[in-house]
């Protein structure tokens, strides 16, 4: 909560050190010009609340209000609140009025989610505020989804900015109010009297007007420039580029006398020694021309602005803006690259990843998922964490060299590639359970591999007896049937014996007669 509260009283001290009064801060942030009992809420089923809400929709209710009110599901069960911001109205012959909103946060993220696609589109979606409980009434537009209000009440960004559920959406546009507030210079025009004797200071002369209408006028033509990506134009201009900047005046001669002033701390700190290079003086010049209003003089975040536009010098200079930025203002870039990571993300639906990481390798995508587990534990204060994630990730790098990415993922503590609901212990466990099963297996296969096996001989019934038996019992049927077919071949033999025994006998026989 405190650090909620915190972030809007920074966005009010920048819009103060710009120049800008309270009263602008809360035209901005806290809609003074609302009669405190419009931010209570309203019921547009209660009949006392009927003369404060048509007073509200009549006189204040109009393009740009934002607008907060409670949700209801299907079933008609509260489902927390939602922030609205007022398009434009809509003819209404039923109710207090209806309009076109634009959405911006919800507390409950299913309708988060939901008003997020279906009322996208202000033109195929109206607000209706009834005449009776939301549930009850039955307004309608043709071809337009109409959402039913009936306890609503105005709201603020300021106010929005505390709730957790609003504050990013509120932030966002508190920060780009602050962005396209001007930059307001109070320097005094004319002459000013001597400092007194002894204090070491001159007289200055005047402002000279025409230069800074010039200026002003120069700076207009490169924001054009730059904005439509036409470099050309700095040409048709008559400004040669960047070396036909004017180059920055010198301190001394404009402003309050040296030694004195509220602006003279900002003037000590902006002022440039002759002797300093001339890309430097020229990038100050480039600062002061062409400077978007409420941003600071800062030669090295002008050229990070354009770094991508047409002028941009190739070479050293590329890099030379991010180095500068990086040492005179740590962290700017890390806050500058989470913000614009939200910004994406709050543009892109929710769902599967619409990319494999097969295609851009295993390697790469394990990288990515590092560097972003590190900045979070960074973000969070974890180092001791953030220690062991990078350590390990130097160990996984360096096994990889020798025995490849199959086994240094192993020594990585980030979450594997392809998420699951199983938890690693019962992976572990099943992988180990599978081992077991194939090692037991491969030595029944070994201890069964000279085995006894039935007899040629043997029937159907006798091979089907002796799958279910013990290996032991096994052997012993074996034996027992090669014991029966031997004792039948000698049964047989020795019949065969008697009867060419007989037969012999019966031919002598039969000779001797």
Not at 111 to 136: I, M, Q, R
Not at 289 to 299: E, N, V
């Amino acid at each position: 909560m405190e650090a909620r509260e915190a972030v809007p009283r920074g966005f009010k001290r920048t819009i103060l050190d710009n120049g800008h009064e309270e009263k602008d801060w809360n035209a901005s942030a806290c809609e003074p010009d609302v009669d405190s009992c419009f931010k209570k809420v309203m019921n547009c089923g209660r009949a006392q609340d009927e003369e404060r809400i048509e007073a509200c929709v009549q006189g204040v209710l109009g393009a740009g209000r934002l607008v907060r009110f409670d949700v209801y599901d299907h079933s008609n069960n509260p489902q927390g609140s939602a922030a609205v911001e007022v398009l434009e109205s809509v003819p209404c012959s039923d109710g207090f009025g209806a309009f076109t909103v634009k959405h911006l946060a919800a507390s409950d993220a299913g309708y988060h989610h939901w008003a997020k696609s279906a009322l996208a589109d202000p033109t195929k979606s109206v607000f209706h505020l009834c005449g009776c409980n939301a549930w009850e009434c039955g307004w309608n537009k043709r071809n337009r989804k109409v959402t039913h209000i009936s306890k609503w009440r105005l709201s603020s960004l300021s106010e929005l900015a505390v709730e957790p559920w609003a504050s990013a959406t509120a932030f966002a546009a508190l920060r780009e109010k602050v962005r396209l507030a001007p930059k307001i210079h109070l320097r005094k025009v004319g002459k000013q009297p001597l400092a007194p004797k002894g204090a070491g200071t001159q007289e200055e002369p005047p402002i000279d007007v025409e230069n800074e209408e010039s200026a002003e006028r120069q700076g207009q033509k490169i924001r054009e420039a730059l904005r439509t990506g036409k470099p050309g134009l700095l040409d048709a201009a008559g400004l040669g580029g960047v070396d036909g900047l004017p180059s920055p005046r010198d301190d001394a001669a404009v402003g309050e006398p040296r030694g004195g002033g509220i602006h003279e701390h900002k003037r000590h700190e902006t002022h440039q020694s002759p002797t300093v290079p001339k890309r430097r003086r020229v990038d100050k010049a480039l600062v002061e021309a062409t400077g978007k209003d409420g941003d600071h003089h800062d030669p090295g975040s002008f050229l990070h602005d354009i770094s991508s536009s047409p002028l941009r010098i190739a070479g050293r200079a590329d890099a030379e803006p991010l180095a500068e930025s990086s040492k005179r203002d740590p962290g700017t870039l890390l806050k500058s690259g989470l913000e614009e990571m939200r910004r994406y993300l709050l543009d892109k639906p929710g769902g599967g990843a619409a990319v494999s990481d097969t295609a851009e390798g295993l390697r790469n995508a394990r990288e990515i998922v590092t560097l972003s587990t590190s900045l979070d534990l960074l973000l969070s204060g974890q180092f001791a964490r953030l220690g062991d994630v990078l350590m390990q990730r130097l160990k996984a790098v360096e096994s990889s060299l020798t025995d490849g990415w199959g086994v240094a993922k192993h020594y990585e503590l980030i979450p594997p590639s392809k998420p699951a609901i199983t938890a690693d212990k019962e992976r572990d466990f099943a992988a180990k359970a599978a081992l077991r099963a194939a090692k037991l297996k491969e030595s029944l296969q070994k201890a069964h591999k000279g085995e006894a096996r039935p007899p040629e001989e043997a029937t159907v019934l006798e091979v089907e007896v002796w799958k279910r038996k013990l290996p032991l019992q096994r052997t012993l049927i074996v034996e027992e049937i090669a014991a029966q077919k031997s004792m039948q071949k000698d049964q047989k033999a020795k019949a065969d014996e008697a009867f060419t025994k007989r037969g012999m006998a019966s031919m002598v026989t039969s000779e001797i007669g």
